[in-house]
C-alpha cells in the first residue's frame, strides 16, 4: 500500500521561497510517476508539476519558470521547490504517485497534504 508523506509547508512572505518534499514507501518508487497537486479553498484540486519515471517534467502554466519538481529514487523522495511565490500559489499542497505521459497524470495515490500559506 503506497504511503507518502509531504513536507515543507509553511507561510512565506510573496516573492519568497519553499521547498516541498515527499517522502514514498510501499511502492516501486522508481516505476512510478510523481506529481504535486494543490487545491484552495473553493477550487478543484489542480496538477502543479508531475514528473515521469524517466525523469521528464511537466507544469501548469501558472508555476513555469517558478517552480522546479525533482525525483531521487535512491531515498524514494520527490521535491518541488517554489520560488516567486505569490498569495495566489496559497493552497494545500498534496503528492501523488501515479501513472503519467508528459501530457498528463493519473494518480493512484495521495498524501495527507501540506498547507503553503502566502501573505502579500
Known amino acids: 500500500q503506497v504511503q507518502l508523506v509531504e513536507s515543507g509547508g509553511g507561510l512565506v512572505q510573496a516573492g519568497g521561497s519553499l521547498r516541498l518534499s515527499c517522502a514514498a514507501s510501499?511502492?516501486?518508487?522508481?516505476?512510478?510517476?510523481m506529481g504535486w497537486y494543490r487545491q484552495a479553498p473553493g477550487l478543484q484540486r489542480e496538477l502543479v508539476a508531475h514528473?515521469?519515471?524517466?525523469?521528464?517534467?511537466a507544469y501548469a502554466d501558472s508555476v513555469k519558470g517558478r517552480f522546479t519538481i525533482s525525483r531521487d529514487n535512491a531515498k524514494n523522495t520527490v521535491s518541488l521547490q517554489m520560488n516567486s511565490l505569490k498569495p495566489e500559489d496559497t493552497a494545500v499542497y498534496y503528492c501523488?504517485?501515479?501513472?503519467?505521459?508528459?501530457?498528463?497524470?493519473?494518480?493512484?495515490?495521495w498524501g495527507q497534504g501540506t498547507q503553503v500559506t502566502v501573505s502579500s
Open positions: 514528473i515521469t519515471s524517466g525523469g521528464s517534467t
Open positions: 510501499g511502492i516501486a518508487f522508481s516505476i512510478f510517476a
Open positions: 501523488a504517485a501515479g501513472t503519467a505521459t508528459i501530457a498528463e497524470m493519473k494518480p493512484r495515490g
